[in-house]
């Protein structure tokens, strides 16, 4: 069963930083791609930012410049490294795993809270 688990989330101040992780149950060359989504209370989940199996990135435009996806396939995991945080980036993160075929796979997710 596959199983997609994240951390790193926290209390910061507007301008810290965070490095989220999202560890995978099986090698993630398994998926398509992977994403980083966050929710905010009564709002939409929205994607933050992809990164394909060929280590192609996407981001919001919200936080581009900010935020930076990457992957290390040798520990099965994806990060999201958040730079100068802002209030506005406070939700629930949650990793998707799309594989190649069939639907995704979603972690459990972490907290990002962000004080200003």
């Known amino acids: 069963q596959v199983q997609l688990v994240e951390s790193g989330g926290g209390l910061v101040q507007a301008g810290e930083s965070l490095r989220l992780s999202c560890v995978a149950s099986?090698?993630?060359?398994?998926?398509?791609?992977m994403g980083w989504y966050r929710q905010a209370p009564g709002k939409q989940r929205e994607l933050v930012a992809s990164i394909s199996s060929g280590s192609d990135t996407t981001y919001r435009d919200s936080v581009k410049g900010r935020f930076t996806i990457s992957r290390d396939n040798a520990k099965n995991t994806v990060y999201l490294q958040m730079n100068s945080l802002k209030p506005e980036d406070t939700a629930n993160y949650y990793c998707?795993?799309?594989?190649?075929?069939?639907?995704?796979?979603w972690g459990q997710g972490t907290q990002v809270t962000v004080s200003s």
């Open positions: 998707l795993g799309r594989p190649y075929n069939g639907e995704g796979y």
């Open positions: 099986v090698s993630i060359f398994t998926f398509r791609e």
